[in-house]
């Protein structure tokens, strides 16, 4: 069973920057891409950004395109997302997930496993 541990959340002004991390333990050799996805209050939880785990491809969601960016660590098991620029509409709880496939999906029901969240706070 894969475990996924978000961390690096907090409270910002505009223009601030943060990363996250998520470490993955367990069954790492079933994950092959992994994927931040964010939740606003009482919007549904949207894709952020994701990365394939052997070749490195990323993609973004147009929101995030220039200002956040995906790396990922394999001696680490561990995925960064390095967001620049914050906005207050970037406040969410930002979740790390993973898929057994090595195509990047935008919809939750295509992850297997999920952390559990770390806040993002942007005040303006």
């Known amino acids: 069973q894969v475990q996924l541990v978000e961390s690096g959340g907090g409270l910002v002004q505009a223009g601030d920057s943060l990363r996250l991390s998520c470490a993955a333990s367990?069954?790492?050799?079933?994950?092959?891409?992994m994927a931040w996805f964010r939740q606003a209050p009482g919007k549904e939880r949207e894709f952020v950004s994701g990365?394939?785990?052997?070749?490195?491809?990323?993609t973004y969601a147009d929101s995030v395109k220039g200002r956040f960016a995906i790396s990922r660590d394999t001696a680490k098991n561990t995925v960064y997302l390095q967001m620049n620029s914050l906005r207050p509409e970037d406040t969410a709880v930002y979740y790390c997930?993973?898929?057994?496939?090595?195509?990047?999906?935008?919809?939750?029901?295509?992850?297997?496993?999920w952390g559990q969240g770390t806040q993002v706070t942007v005040s303006s």
């Open positions: 367990g069954g790492t050799a079933r994950v092959y891409t």
């Open positions: 990365i394939t785990w052997t070749s490195g491809r990323t």
């Open positions: 997930a993973a898929r057994s496939d090595m195509v990047i999906l935008w919809t939750t029901q295509s992850y297997g496993y």
